[in-house]
């Protein structure tokens, strides 16, 4: 049997991509943060060992999984069956000690287990009752989505823990409350625990869903096939077991003078991130980034530096990794300089920075592929073809090969090098939608 345990807090880095040159008169500077932590989630295979842990090292999480069962969920049938699956699987990847509950939506969220206002403590014997209560679970009801989060939050913050993590599964759209009462309990909800959603089936929305994952820092997915949702949530399940580190962000530190154009996660999705800083003391802000394990994201940020003199060169901002203490002060993980330096070396001022470059062309590709798909459900098919094909060429350019399939399917490509495309007549609603759910799914810089 393979080993499974938990290792020493990780390591985090930060490494700064730029070009630093600026012309006479240049004010913006542009750079990628790599933030890396190595060395703490799980070391081992999750699959052959799911529940073992190191002696005196017990886990430090809660986790809610939140199933849909509406009345929607029983056409056709596969869907419940495929949910009860699912949330099975979900609850035989938890390891020993976490804290857990299972939670039925409809227009009320209900506890399934274990019930009365608290969470289990998982173990063999709190597993098999929590898979035993799944057996009864029906459909029937409408769908409040938010009613769900928010008894998420409660039963997760009654654990002394350091990691909260939420996965939501729906089939629909949310049709038993205001989009701004979901709002509403998506701001009360955030910085409180991480989310995971998917959607199962092609009948629910996708902006609400992978709304939801942003606003909670979670993943978003499209499962098409409900015979797919085992595997995708024993996969997220042991995802977020191998979370070590929460409320991580990312702080960013200017000097007087310097405006921030924006900041946002670039790898291993597009997430925007500017408004949703918080003032950190003077000229510094803090932009949330959720929970950690091991594993690498980058950060794209753009900031405006005053002008100044041929040769002089300048601190722009600081990137740090900041973390909350007990005692109410943050401890830096890391952290890397941005700088500006102004020169008349027309070569050097006006090369772009490869991973900025690379960046700068996903994040677009993102875009694009939003602006095409809602150009072509309104029947603006020239502006679909135009917007659908720059994004052919986007992703062939940048050798996201996942995105260009799937790209591939709502499209016939002519030519991905010049983006020529021909929208296709008729387009599976499973391929329309997998496409703007992964819309945002990035790939790095070639080595």
Avoid at 15 to 42: F, K, W
Avoid at 113 to 130: D, F, I
Wanted: charged content about 25%.
């Amino acid at each position: 049997m393979a080993n499974f345990f938990k290792s020493s807090v990780p390591q985090f880095t930060v490494d700064v991509y730029q070009n630093e040159y600026l012309p006479e008169g240049g004010r913006e500077v542009n750079a990628i943060a790599t933030v890396t932590s190595t060395g703490g989630g799980t070391i081992g295979s999750a699959v052959s060992a799911p529940h073992l842990y190191a002696a005196g090292q017990g886990p430090d999480a809660a986790v809610a999984i939140m199933v849909d069962c509406s009345g929607s969920m029983d056409y056709p049938p596969t869907k419940m069956r495929g949910a009860r699956d699912a949330t099975a699987a979900a609850v035989d990847a938890l390891r020993d000690g976490v804290h857990f509950a299972v939670i039925g939506g409809t227009h009320v969220a209900k506890e399934v287990y274990p019930g009365g206002g608290r969470l289990a403590v998982a173990g063999p014997q709190t597993r098999a009752q929590a898979k035993e209560a799944l057996r009864k679970l029906s459909a029937g009801g409408g769908t409040a989505i938010g009613t769900w989060l928010r008894l998420a939050d409660r039963l997760l913050s009654s654990a002394e823990v350091s990691i909260r993590h939420g996965i939501l599964l729906t089939d629909g759209r949310n049709e038993h409350e205001s989009p701004d009462a979901l709002r509403a309990s998506l701001d009360a909800c955030a910085g409180r625990f991480t989310c995971d959603a998917r959607g199962v089936g092609t009948d629910w929305e996708v902006k609400e869903v992978t709304g939801i994952a942003s606003a909670l820092l979670g993943t978003a997915d499209i499962v098409a096939d409900p015979a797919g949702l085992a595997d995708d949530f024993t996969r997220m399940m042991e995802t977020a077991m191998g979370k070590e580190v929460a409320d991580v962000s990312l702080r960013l530190w200017t000097p007087m003078g310097v405006e921030i154009a924006f900041v946002k996660q670039v790898a291993p999705t597009v997430e925007e991130l500017t408004d949703r800083r918080t003032e950190a003391g003077p000229r510094a802000g803090d932009y949330p980034t959720g929970s950690w394990g091991d594993e690498s994201r980058d950060y794209h940020v753009c900031v405006r530096v005053p002008g100044a003199e041929l040769g002089q060169e300048m601190l722009a901002a600081r990137v740090s990794l900041v973390v909350p203490q007990h005692d109410g002060t943050v401890q830096t993980l890391s952290q890397g300089l941005v700088r500006a330096v102004w020169t008349d070396d027309l070569a050097a001022s006006t090369s772009i920075n490869p991973q900025v470059a690379h960046y700068t062309g996903q994040a677009e590709l993102a875009q694009v592929i939003q602006q095409g798909l809602d150009a072509r459900k309104l029947g603006d098919l020239d502006g679909a073809t135009a917007k659908l094909g720059r994004a052919v060429q986007l992703a062939s350019a940048s050798g996201n090969e996942d995105t260009a399939k799937l790209l591939s399917k709502v499209v016939d490509v002519v030519d991905a090098t010049t983006g020529t495309v021909r929208l296709k007549a008729r387009v599976a609603e499973a391929d329309e939608m997998t496409l703007e759910t992964r819309s945002t799914k990035t790939v790095r810089v070639k080595k």
